[in-house]
């Protein structure tokens, strides 16, 4: 993993902007394999390294720890974000999302507290918590849960022991004129040959924002701070352990695309870990973690005017999580490499929602009823190193899910819709294999295939009228449904020669017994204005197919052009069109560099969506958009390795309106909007 | 030393005394039922009126009677009836009942008596009969809290307009969120002091949040369980305030259409 981001010497990586970083890592990997004493990753495995002893353009780094999680995740092939606000994007994978993929933080489960998917776990979490990002789009020995798209983790950035400079940190501030938006961080680390603490902090806050033509998007400001540490004490040459505590804390987010804002969000992740590590030994290394974090979530509707809403509710809802993994690399020999790993977790949703009517008496309802999770799974991946040519990393993962209700109020709420039992167990996991083979110097070709099962999240199976804005529905659980299943094969190319690298890589992912909503005809919905109550439920088949293409040419070392694709499709057993698929996108950019000077010229553009099954989930089609951005860079170094990073840029220069397909409620988005950031580094 | 070890056992002692007081207060029997009222008849018995409630409330009512000799012996033969009457100052009309009968369990004389009006409304007058003699209770009946209707009286639709229909929610119930099981009556107003039980009817149910706008799914309409009843199930997807809606049906003649319940809970 360490070397993955290997390049060859004639792409100088401090040029690179992070969406060439991606494109590289597909490249790295290629060569990565013939590093006998590395595990490096699969090609359709990606990571966004944004600091840390990893990094190799430090200068980039003062920018990605100013701009948000969402942001970072925007510009990766694959990934497509829902948007709700401005605030907490949904990450998906290739048209999938929330259950179907495994989104952890550094191997941690973690499980949003609301039932209106308001606080994807990555709003959790800010770049300064982060050494980078890692995205797989397959199952991999390293998920600590099971997936039909494989998953997002969050690793966390760690207190690096016995470090040059024993203090060192970073301090930065920006300012984007659109919302009125500031944010400002830290980043501070003390280093001793036992022990090192890391510490940062960063607060954010903006107003409404614009749309084109200065719309005002009403009910899109928020405001947060975010605030982690890691200790980290080596206990001799080979045991490290490592504390890590995080808390983030929003308060008034806007939800514009929904019918209630959030009053307050918060989580508290913590975390202790173990980590042996033997560099000759033929069991390698061993991480154990222990973890538990909480989720506070409060949706807040008094903002809004009274004719906006129907009449007032609080929802709040909590979640809470602890568990464990351990994993294990044991060399088998010297062409295998036997990954293990066991873990276990608990997970406690509680969600309510008390009504007060003008005329009435207030009423009061559990949405996701006390429900619970306890799972454990066992992951063996085997790495063979075939000859000089080829890999292979094959193996699988088995689970054990045990779902329950805890209280009685929960148990009565599911005699609404169920007559059985509320416990209830299951079985799911997945075998994979990816292999690559390095046809020449420049070529390799690589490609897998997995089938996995995933059970439906504890919404899905104990839901209780959660409401939809996609399609205007409220949703109810369903606790017979089946446990999604997905064969899923993959093939890609990447060719790299002295001045241009192109990676190109398709899927596809066939479904039985996808999960969806159907309509229930005899069920009255509880929300007000809404069309009807869908349950969740299995539909026989789905296709996702797609791809990603990526392109980078250095006509000169100073002039990087690059190109970013990807493309999904969806359709369901009917052959109609699933939703939540993006269309056709494109980032490309052109960057330059002289001497301390950095320029970047950007293109982000995305077909018109017209695939789309409006009757059935309620998407309409969606136009395509353009977009150009313009950005400097300057750094200023000084003595002692300290620099000042200043960055100005201009966003969506034409003052485009536009929004993407993913976005609820087709809100506009952001228009012309002016950036200014300082980092300092010492 | 010593002392604290005598100091802790006396605390145990006490401890352990104040738990058997207590078990001790806790009456096992005869806290069931509440004493309404009590009087004697001509032919010299006692006549005690009871209910499992401590007040009497609007709506399904059961009613105990306990007959004793003047000796204090129980009296397990005698006949007894229950003659409600509401006095409403310009008219008087009685209501619907299920007359008392022996269960030697109890050793009460069981009966059922729905109070169609609270006491605010005129006043109620409960006759109990007891072989040929009589006691008049003057009975103070509670409306139900404010937001809720466990019984109304309907006119019959269209042809059977002429015709008055009591339907009442029979008590107890405990509602809860979820499926309730749950049961109805329906009474005719034959006269002014006589409302026979109806039975075989079709019911149609239909709950409604009446706040929120919405109803809730899997309800099972009440149907006949003989002697006036009509058991069903309710399904509360939340708490709050709750209207069932009924239409009785007769033989596929609708007889009466929007009665309801209210709930609150």
Redesign the interface.
Known sequence: MKNSHLVSSSINTDEMKKSIIICAFLLGGSLAFAQEDTLSNEQNYKEIIIQGQQKKNKDQTAEQLQVSTDKLLSTTPGITLIKRGNFALEPTIRGLSAGQITTTIDGMQMFGACTDRMDPISSYIEPTNLEKIQLSTAPNGDQTGSSVGGGINFSLMKAEINAPKSISGKVGAGYQTNANNIQTFGTFQYSTKRWALLVNGIYRKADNYYAANRREILFSQFEKWNAGANLRIALNERNTLSLDYIQDEGYDIGYPALTMDVGFAKAYISAVTHNYTHRSNRLRSVETKFYFNYVDHAMDDTKRPAEMISMHMDMPGTSRTFGMFSKAKYLLSRKHILNVQVNAYQNDLHAEMTMYPDVGSEMFMLTIPDGQRRTAGLNLTDTWLVNSKTRISFGGRAEMNFSDITTDIGEQTLTSFYNGSAAQTRFSGNVFAQATYKMSKNMSLFGGVNYAQRPPSLQEIYGFYLFNRVDNHDYIGNPDIENEASINGNLGLDLKYEQWAVSVEGFVNSFSNYITGIVLPSYSNMTGGADGVKQFDNIDRALLTGGEFTIKWNPISALSISSVNSFTYGVDETGGYLPYIPPFKSVNSIQYHLSTWHFKLEHVGAMAQNNVSTERYGENPTPAFNLLNFGVQKHFSFKNQRALHAEIGVENIFDTPYYEHLDVMEIQRQGLNFVIRTTFVF | MKKIFILALSGVVLLASCKKDKEEETPTSGSEYTLIKKDTTANDLVVELLSKTTTLEIGYSNLFVRVKDFAGNIVDDATVGFMPMMDMGNMQHSSPVEQPEYNPTSKLYEGMVVFTMHSGQGDWELTVMVDGDSVAFPVNVLDSKA?TKYVGSYSGYGANSADKYIVTLVKPFNW????NDFSIMVHKKQTMMDFPAVEDLTIVMDPQ??????????NISPSNAGEGYYNGKV???????WRLNFDLIDEGDTIVSGAYIDI?F
């Open positions: 937001g809860k969120v979820g499926m949040m009446t706040s929120m706008g919405h109803g809730s799914p899997n399904n509360y997807t939340m708490s709050g305030d609150l």
